[in-house]
């Protein structure tokens, strides 16, 4: 399974930025895609994950603020960013959970993408 993020960049605080993922390879149907940021010094957390029912689940700092959709057609997952803050800062990192071969659950990783927030 690859991932492949797009669509960070630079933006002020207040703007809104779209990132993309792009997953291919052997994705179950039953599936989980999301989106985890990392900023300097700090752990990896959730920014929000999508079910492949389309249930969604965000993390407390983006609720309102964050959107998450997908593509099941395309196997795309994006992640619409608003009312960015400074402390958005981070790499956002792309992610699918999915059965393997044995039935397990298994988590791929994209790349990452940065995202800067400032004036």
């Known amino acids: 399974v690859q991932l492949q993020a797009s669509g960070g960049g630079l933006v002020q605080p207040g703007g809104s930025l779209r990132l993309s993922c792009a997953a291919s390879g052997s994705i179950s149907t039953d599936n989980v895609m999301g989106w985890y940021r990392q900023a300097p010094g700090k752990q990896r957390e959730l920014v ?66 940065q995202v800067t927030v400032s004036s």
Do not use: H
């Not at 964050?66 to 992640?79: G, Q």
């Open 48 to 113: 929000a994950v999508i079910f492949s029912s389309g249930t969604t689940n965000y993390g407390d700092d983006v609720k309102a603020r964050f959107t998450i959709s997908r593509d099941n057609a395309k196997t795309m997952v994006y992640l619409q960013m608003s009312s960015l803050k400074p402390e958005d800062t981070a790499i956002y990192y792309c992610s699918v959970q999915s059965l393997d071969g044995t039935n397990r659950w298994r988590n791929y990783w994209g790349q990452g993408t």
